[in-house]
């Protein structure tokens, strides 16, 4: 029996179906006291004093801290990945004498209450200078960092070929303005810990609601002096991550200080309108493309330059701008390609990595540029993508292009493009639904169809590592370094697990995101868990499964090749009551001698490091209609053609990509974060960050396709992000495709009802438009 | 949180998922703290603390709740139902429960419980929804993780199990 | 995100209600369904030191389908509006508008009284009021009055209401006349978020089919629900689409539209005005089939 590929129901789904599931919130200890975060109400200011005595008496409280409590602690976070080009800064756990955005932490107090500490915190007197701050991405705003010179965090430059002279020997030459507005991650469950500092032992364990509580560990061992064996991080169920949970937050040292300060368990809980202030977004971008291409609609150079508002700290480094710019020719042949940015300091929220980091943004300009050159030379928007896509016959394929980690190219590894496109076509019935579109528009409808294609770099490195271990009552465990919010990791990587070992995923206990389960680790994000996780998964289940083999071979006394295998337990192919069982195996490996000839216990730690990123495909069409009198966009019908390679679970990379739509539609219509001049957060609760619900939603068809990556074991690609990226690209096509000739063009993300409004063609007939001059 | 010196407190008596269950609370304790902290019912979460996303979602009387906006203290003498009273006694599921994992309608789990009570009640007074109306009735439970169609799919899947096996008029 | 202290009260009459509210008057916060109310009180932007729970009234929670009147008590629940068939035929246009109050959680427990004591100008209840001309009868401590609810609304979230004073009951005319049909229409952003831009209308017809009588009520543009004088010009007249048109464009043009995060004050005019007619369009294709 084979799992992987099995749409097997998940192992964790009957405790998070009935209230069993165990996130951060809902762990207690004895003394546990809770923890408020008090943040800075200006995007800029000199603190001069902060006074807590008020809040310290306040009945219910035990401490207040502010940055001149930290001691050793109280000092800049380290920055990764780093980058020749990169001026970093990072936060420290405290704001120390400045603040720099909106909601960075200033102060915290621990109390026996939540209710008092919110209490307390109104009590804690500061005293801040307010300061301009940098609010635009123009040069000549205030400085952020003050050995920054114009807020520049980077300028890189990534280039193939001379684009300047391709651009002029090309037929055709065609210029756009793009913008993308800021959005997060927004899981349902907001940030939290709980830290536990075992004064007598001196052990701190920290339950996070983190995707990387390995880095979080690395970071408390260097702020707060502690060596690894005294540090355990563990990520209980998680509530979603999407990016808002990627990095090491200020708050996740901070609240271990204060456990370890008080030698009494700390309970940290974000609340949402924190979440809005000080969790980190991710998009905001101004692109100006200038695209060179023939009649025929083939691109023969493409030039980018951009600017990236990374907020007040770079956490992250230069990681985002990085992938749009390296990720910017996407799925298409360019000859010639200039990919230029610059990363600018922002007094606004740090800005890393949320479902598709980059990704999104280089998809957006990309097929704005396919749709332009359709327009310009008349071709057909999906025709014009076959023309230009990568062929199968060319993998891999090198975009010329420089990676985003430095170690090599963006090299295609497999994959069939124009299938995957032609599929999404198919699926979707594209040239009916065109007639259908163009026969409404006819009798004065605004319906229009989309077409988007995409890659999606997936499966970075630089390793993940597994542990699998059968014990002496026959119980196999897994443990990996990936953490799971959502995607079915207990399930997943225990049908892979399972394969190995020839036993069933009810056999395999697979325990993720725990510091004390696998020393290293990397963590979840980038589409990385099912792959990097999954291929060391496999390593180390084949290992044991060797071992198994090899033991019960001499347990019963016979060759390997005689052994038949039954789930836990192996028999003699000719005396089959000659049993033993995986129990057996692993007391006899427990006390091994030498003379066994093997080393002692039935388990093994392997780690796979992939030599390359891996890359998924799809495309997607969707059909729209706008409102002639709100403009508002209906979704009529989306369909999804996709390659991730050889999926563990079909049922659940559905829902990866159902949710990653849903997530594209909000950041394509609905979420925008927009700030006022001073660097207030205008869209500070979900009564204005609006989410898509059920409503919003449409159905959506998936066709998969299965091209092994050849770069892991199991030929696995992610998929997390992956239906992320293409959605605000789609419904552009799709809206402009609706609004028709004179309607407007999309040049900006998110599109609320005012932007939209003025992409409506400005003559409407009818009784309910009331025929107004289009805005210009 | 409960009883301390200081603010007046209010004593509560309630049926919790068929039980009866006993707090002392202040004034400004919310329902959802007193059901996750007091009572140890950790099944309903709290995702916005505002009432917009419907995490907290509980019965009241029947009628589907935010618990986030409800004070402890006025739930005295009501019926509470959560997400850990479904599944009843047994060791099983709840068919609307078999439904969402058969239906792989849960990824994360924390807009979860909020959902399935949001739909308890919806079901017992709607026994033919089209998805459309169950999108509607759905629209004040935020999810980021599923994308809402597996939900609708699971919910209408319960919706023709419980026709099939309702009693005759 | 947690409210700050406050005393609670629980008072089980109207009279215990009124006399908590006579002694803590600006001091105190009455409490209906709390889904506008407890959102504000958890993010600490309201502050009451008192707040007296009004949901153990039992006298408030009272409907009354009358021959030629309904009478609806502050307490009760939205979802009513919905649920009861008899409420639904006395008011249809109450029974329209409901199901786009925010979501299932808000009308199982928002309340009528409270939705409208709030005042929020995109909320869908104001307005309907106002069309239907409804008369709210507001007690304290030191007697009753009524107000019709045209005059009751009198700012963005402000209304009439006296410190110590309490929306009790909200009076409407009862099944519509004959020949006089409601008409609703709203643009949210998402499905149960309040209004961008919305309108209710009844309209009434003669035999000959020309309007002999029109209240237009706009709302979500303006900082209050808008009664428009634009729709006095339709009576007399029949009421083709064109002139729905113009009195929709007019009734529009008569509001201060104002602008946010979600829509500029000319995305507001030029949506309402459009709903507008919509509005009136269905109330006329009602009052004919009345």
């Given at each position: 029996?084979?799992?992987?590929?099995?749409?097997?129901?998940?192992?964790?789904?009957?405790?998070?179906?009935?209230?069993?599931?165990?996130?951060?919130?809902?762990?207690?200890?004895?003394?546990?006291?809770?923890?408020?975060?008090?943040?800075?109400?200006?995007?800029?200011?000199?603190?001069?004093?902060?006074?807590?005595?008020?809040?310290?008496?306040?009945?219910?409280?035990?401490?207040?801290?502010?940055?001149?409590?930290?001691?050793?602690?109280?000092?800049?976070?380290?920055?990764?990945?780093?980058?020749?080009?990169?001026?970093?800064?990072?936060?420290?756990?405290?704001?120390?004498?400045?603040?720099?955005?909106?909601?960075?932490?200033?102060?915290?107090?621990?109390?026996?209450?939540?209710?008092?500490?919110?209490?307390?915190?109104?009590?804690?007197?500061?005293?801040?200078?307010?300061?301009?701050?940098?609010?635009?991405?123009?040069?000549?705003?205030?400085?952020?960092?003050?050995?920054?010179?114009?807020?520049?965090?980077?300028?890189?430059?990534?280039?193939?070929?001379?684009?300047?002279?391709?651009?002029?020997?090309?037929?055709?030459?065609?210029?756009?303005?793009?913008?993308?507005?800021?959005?997060?991650?927004?899981?349902m469950e907001t940030r939290g810990l709980v830290a536990d500092w075992n004064a007598a032992l001196e052990q701190l364990t920290v339950?996070?609601?983190?995707?990387?509580?390995?880095?979080?560990?690395?970071?408390?061992?260097?702020?707060?002096?502690?060596?690894?064996?005294?540090?355990?991080?563990?990520?209980?169920?998680?509530?979603?991550?999407?990016?808002?949970?990627?990095?090491?937050?200020?708050?996740?040292?901070?609240?271990?200080?204060?456990?370890?300060?008080?030698?009494?368990?700390?309970?940290?809980?974000?609340?949402?309108?924190?979440?809005?202030?000080?969790?980190?977004?991710?998009?905001?971008?101004?692109?100006?493309?200038?695209?060179?291409?023939?009649?025929?609609?083939?691109?023969?150079?493409?030039?980018?330059?951009?600017?990236?508002?990374?907020?007040?700290?770079?956490?992250?480094?230069?990681?985002?701008?990085?992938?749009?710019?390296?990720?910017?020719?996407?799925?298409?042949?360019?000859?010639?390609?200039?990919?230029?940015?610059?990363?600018?300091?922002?007094?606004?929220?740090?800005?890393?990595?949320?479902?598709?980091?980059?990704?999104?943004?280089?998809?957006?300009?990309?097929?704005?540029?396919?749709?332009?050159?359709?327009?310009?030379?008349?071709?057909?928007?999906?025709?014009?993508?076959?023309?230009?896509?990568?062929?199968?016959?060319?993998?891999?394929?090198?975009?010329?292009?420089?990676?985003?980690?430095?170690?090599?190219?963006?090299?295609?590894?497999?994959?069939?493009?124009?299938?995957?496109?032609?599929?999404?076509?198919?699926?979707?019935?594209?040239?009916?639904?065109?007639?259908?579109?163009?026969?409404?528009?006819?009798?004065?409808?605004?319906?229009?169809?989309?077409?988007?294609?995409?890659?999606?770099?997936?499966?970075?490195?630089?390793?993940?590592?597994?542990?699998?271990?059968?014990?002496?009552?026959?119980?196999?465990?897994?443990?990996?370094?990936?953490?799971?919010?959502?995607?079915?990791?207990?399930?997943?990587?225990?049908?892979?697990?399972?394969?190995?070992?020839?036993?069933?995923?009810?056999?395999?206990?697979?325990?993720?995101?725990?510091?004390?389960?696998?020393?290293?680790?990397?963590?979840?994000?980038?589409?990385?868990?099912?792959?990097?996780?999954?291929?060391?998964?496999?390593?180390?289940?084949?290992?044991?499964?060797?071992?198994?083999?090899l033991l019960a071979a001499r347990a019963l006394g016979v060759a390997e090749a005689d052994l038949e295998q039954a789930g836990r337990a192996f028999t003699d192919r000719r005396r089959p009551e000659r049993r033993v069982t995986f129990a057996e195996l692993a007391r006899l490996a427990g006390a091994a001698t030498a003379a066994l000839g093997v080393e002692p216990g039935l388990e093994s730690t392997r780690f796979f490091q992939p030599t390359d990123m891996t890359y998924s495909s799809g495309a997607h069409v969707t059909l729209v209609e706008l409102d002639p009198l709100s403009a508002a966009v209906r979704i009529l019908g989306y369909w999804i053609s996709h390659d991730s390679g050889r999926l563990i679970n079909p049922l659940v990379v559905e829902g990866q990509l159902q949710g990653a739509v849903a997530l594209g539609i909000g950041s394509a219509l609905l979420e925008e974060i927009a700030y006022d001049e001073t660097g207030q957060l205008l869209a500070g609760s979900y009564m204005d960050y609006l989410l898509p619900t059920a409503t919003d939603v449409p159905t959506m068809v998936i066709d998969h396709l299965e091209t092994p990556s050849p770069l892991n074991p199991l030929g696995l690609k992610g998929v997390g992000e992956s239906g992320a990226l293409p959605v605000p690209a789609v419904l552009a096509s799709a809206i402009e495709d609706a609004v028709g000739p004179t309607g407007g063009r999309v040049t900006r993300m998110p599109l609320g009802p005012a932007r939209l409004m003025e992409l409506l063609p400005p003559v409407l007939s009818g009784d309910e438009g009331t025929g107004r001059d289009r805005a210009t | 949180m409960t009883a301390r010196a200081g603010p007046t407190t209010h004593d509560v008596t309630a049926i919790v998922n068929g039980v009866e269950r006993r707090a002392r609370v202040i004034p400004r304790l919310l329902l959802a703290d007193l059901l996750r902290e007091e009572w140890g019912l950790t099944g309903t979460h709290l995702g916005c603390e505002h009432g917009a996303c419907g995490a907290c979602t509980v019965l009241l009387d029947g009628e589907p709740t935010r618990a986030c906006l409800v004070f402890a203290v006025q739930v005295d003498g009501c019926r509470v139902d959560t997400v850990e009273g479904l599944a009843g006694d047994g060791a099983g599921l709840h068919p609307l429960q078999e439904a969402f994992r058969a239906r792989h309608a849960l990824q994360c789990g924390f807009c979860t419980p909020g959902i399935l009570m949001t739909l308890t009640a919806y079901l017992r007074e709607h026994l033919a929804p089209s998805e459309a109306e169950l999108r509607e009735a759905l629209s004040g439970n935020l999810c980021r993780c599923t994308g809402y169609q597996h939900i609708v799919q699971a919910a209408l899947d319960a919706a023709a199990a419980g026709r099939a096996t309702a009693p005759p008029a | 995100m947690r409210p700050a202290p406050f005393e609670y009260f629980a008072p089980r009459t109207v009279d215990e209600a009124l006399d908590l509210l006579a002694r803590h008057g600006e001091e105190a916060k009455l409490l209906a369904g709390g889904q506008s109310l407890v959102p504000m009180m958890n993010m600490r932007l309201a502050r009451p030191a008192v707040v007296i729970d009004l949901n153990r009234v039992a006298a408030l929670g009272v409907a009354r389908v009358e021959a030629k009147r309904l009478r609806l008590g502050a307490l009760v629940r939205q979802h009513a509006l919905e649920r009861d068939a008899h409420i639904a035929a006395a008011a249809p246009l109450l029974a329209e508008a409901a199901p786009l109050i925010g979501h299932l959680q808000t009308r199982a427990r928002g309340t009528i009284g409270g939705s409208l004591a709030h005042a929020d100008p995109a909320a869908e209840l104001p307005a309907c009021t106002i069309a239907l001309d409804a008369v709210f009868h507001l007690r304290s401590a030191r007697g009753s009055r009524q107000l019709p609810a045209a005059d009751f609304f009198r700012g963005l979230l402000a209304t009439a209401l006296e410190p110590d004073e309490l929306l009790a009951e909200i009076e409407l005319p009862g099944p519509p006349a004959p020949r006089t049909g409601h008409g609703f229409a709203e643009v949210a952003r998402r499905h149960g978020d309040f209004a961008l831009a919305g309108a209710c209308a009844v309209l009434s017809l003669d035999a000959a089919g020309v309007c002999r009588d029109a209240r237009l009520v706009i709302f979500g543009a303006g900082d209050v629900p808008h009664l428009a004088r634009a729709a006095a010009g339709l009576i007399g007249e029949r009421p083709d689409p064109r002139r729905l048109a113009e009195a929709g464009r007019a009734g529009a043009d008569e509001i201060d539209a104002r602008g946010d995060l979600h829509a500029t004050p000319e995305y507001r005019r030029r949506v309402a005005a459009g709903l507008a007619a919509r509005a009136l369009g269905r109330a006329a294709t009602r009052a004919e089939a009345a």
């Open positions: 029996m084979k799992f992987v590929g099995d749409r097997h129901l998940r192992k964790e789904d009957p405790r998070l179906l009935t209230g069993r599931g165990r996130y951060v919130a809902d762990l207690t200890l004895p003394g546990l006291l809770h923890a408020v975060i008090l943040r800075s109400p200006h995007a800029h200011a000199r603190i001069r004093r902060i006074d807590t005595e008020r809040a310290r008496a306040h009945p219910g409280v035990v401490d207040v801290v502010t940055f001149a409590d930290l001691g050793p602690a109280g000092r800049a976070m380290p920055v990764a990945p780093p980058h020749p080009a990169l001026r970093g800064h990072n936060f420290a756990p405290l704001a120390g004498d400045r603040a720099r955005f909106v909601g960075e932490p200033v102060a915290a107090v621990a109390a026996e209450s939540r209710y008092a500490a919110e209490d307390a915190i109104e009590l804690i007197e500061v005293e801040y200078e307010p300061l301009p701050s940098a609010q635009t991405l123009a040069p000549g705003a205030p400085a952020v960092h003050e050995d920054v010179a114009d807020n520049l965090a980077g300028r890189v430059s990534l280039t193939r070929g001379d684009v300047e002279a391709a651009l002029r020997a090309a037929p055709r030459v065609a210029s756009v303005r793009l913008r993308i507005g800021r959005g997060g991650g927004q899981p339950w996070a609601s983190s995707q990387v509580p390995h880095q979080i560990r690395q970071f408390i061992v260097d702020l707060l002096d502690l060596a690894p064996h005294q540090v355990r991080v563990v990520a209980p169920d998680v509530g979603g991550g999407f990016g808002a949970k990627l990095i090491v937050y200020p708050e996740d040292v901070l609240i271990p200080f204060l456990a370890r300060r008080l030698a009494r368990p700390v309970r940290w809980i974000e609340d949402r309108l924190e979440h809005m202030l000080a969790a980190t977004q991710e998009r905001e971008q101004e692109h100006e493309v200038t695209v060179g291409f023939d009649d025929a609609g083939q691109l023969l150079a493409l030039r980018d330059r951009f600017v990236h508002d990374t907020g007040a700290y770079t956490p992250r480094g230069l990681v985002v701008p990085l992938l749009t710019a390296s990720m910017l020719t996407g799925p298409y042949r360019i000859p010639a390609v200039e990919s230029t940015f610059e990363s600018r300091y922002t007094h606004r929220v740090p800005v890393t990595p949320y479902r598709g980091a980059g990704q999104p943004q280089a998809v957006f300009v990309i097929e704005r540029v396919l749709d332009l050159v359709a327009r310009e030379t008349g071709r057909d928007r999906a025709q014009v993508r076959l023309a230009n896509l990568v062929r199968a016959a060319d993998m891999p394929w090198d975009t010329g292009l420089p990676n985003y980690r430095g170690s090599g190219h963006v090299v295609l590894d497999s994959g069939d493009l124009p299938s995957v496109l032609r599929r999404a076509l198919e699926s979707a019935g594209y040239e009916a639904r065109a007639a259908e579109a163009a026969a409404a528009r006819a009798e004065g409808r605004l319906v229009g169809v989309g077409v988007a294609s995409y890659v999606e770099l997936t499966g970075v490195g630089p390793f993940e590592s597994a542990r699998v271990r059968v014990d002496a009552a026959g119980r196999i465990t897994a443990w990996s370094g990936v953490t799971t919010q959502g995607q079915g990791l207990e399930t997943t990587l225990a049908q892979v697990a399972a394969d190995e070992l020839g036993v069933t995923p009810a056999d395999v206990t697979v325990i993720t995101g725990d510091t004390a389960g696998v020393e290293h680790g990397t963590g979840s994000f980038a589409s990385r868990a099912a792959v990097v996780g999954g291929s060391a998964v496999a390593l180390a289940a084949r290992d044991v499964h060797a071992k198994t083999r | - | -």
